[in-house]
Nanobody, 129 residues
Framework: QAQLVESGGGSVQAGGSLRLSCAAS????????MGWFRQAPGREREGVAA????????NYVDSVTGRFTISHDNGKATLYLQMHSLKPEDTAIYYC??????????????????????WGQGTQVTVSS
């Protein structure tokens, strides 16, 4: 099972920026899907962004398109989420996740939390108005 450790959360005012990181270990696949998810109090976990680590193709939920960027450094085995123009509604615990299987270069990685097998512990992001 992969080990995923998030960092970079914090508190910021609306309009600000944060970058989340997720250091991954014990992932022995060549190409695989990784994603960022978030969960606000009283709400279901929501897929925010996903990336195919082989070809770096990405997938975003509409509410963050143009504001968030997911990326993956294969050499460092680290996943990132750069967040700009943050809004109070972005407040949540953010989790990184990995789908523990090889995927093809054509695979568009899912934003469905149910397909991801390995999860980090989460990092809090709070955006104040």
């Amino acid at each position: 099972q992969a080990q995923l450790v998030e960092s970079g959360g914090g508190s910021v005012q609306a309009g600000g920026s944060l970058r989340l990181s997720c250091a991954a270990s014990r992932l022995s696949y060549r190409n695989y899907c990784m994603g960022w998810f978030r969960q606000a109090p009283g709400r279901e976990r929501e897929g925010v962004a996903a990336i195919n680590t082989g070809v770096h193709s990405t997938n975003y939920v509409d509410s963050v398109t143009g504001r968030f960027t997911i990326s993956h450094d294969n050499g460092k085995a680290t996943l990132y989420l750069q967040m700009h123009s943050l809004k109070p509604e972005d407040t949540a615990i953010y989790y990184c996740a990995a789908e523990a299987r090889n995927v093809g270069s054509w695979t568009r990685c899912s934003l469905d939390a149910g397909v991801y097998s390995d999860w980090g512990q989460g990092t809090q992001v709070t955006v104040s108005s």
